[in-house]
């Protein structure tokens, strides 16, 4: 598995495109399409559950993906803990 995708988490669209290697447009329309993983909002920023992209990188024909449809708050993130060790 990656490295640089944390076992938990959430990471974000440069981190993804790192991994994956493929351009931003193709990824937005595979999430569009919800054939790739769905983000999770926080404010204006948008992120990826680790564990969903470490998923969709076993078996990039799944195309299940759960649709997030709450908003991620300050309050969630920081009541996750965010395992940053590679």
Same mark, same amino acid.
Not at 7 to 31: D, F, H, R, Y
Not at 58 to 70: A, E, H
């Given at each position: 598995?990656?490295?640089n995708i944390p076992k938990i988490g959430?990471?974000?669209?440069?981190?993804?495109?790192?991994? #994956?290697?493929?351009?931003?447009?193709?990824?937005?329309?595979?999430?569009?399409?919800? #054939?790739?993983?769905?983000?999770?909002?926080?404010?204006?920023?948008?992120?990826?559950?680790?564990?969903? #992209?470490?998923?969709? #990188?076993q078996d990039p024909s799944r195309t299940?993906?759960?649709?997030?449809?709450?908003?991620?708050?300050?309050?969630?993130?920081?009541?996750?803990?965010?395992?940053?060790?590679?």
């Amino acid at each position: 598995m990656d490295p640089n995708i944390p076992k938990i988490g959430l990471v974000k669209i440069k981190t993804v495109l790192n991994v #994956i290697e493929m351009s931003p447009s193709k990824w937005w329309a595979g999430v569009a399409a919800g #054939i790739f993983p769905q983000p999770k909002r926080m404010g204006a920023s948008t992120f990826w559950d680790a564990s969903d #992209i470490r998923l969709f #990188i076993q078996d990039p024909s799944r195309t299940n993906w759960p649709v997030y449809q709450t908003q991620v708050t300050d309050e969630k993130i920081n009541s996750v803990s965010i395992n940053s060790d590679v």
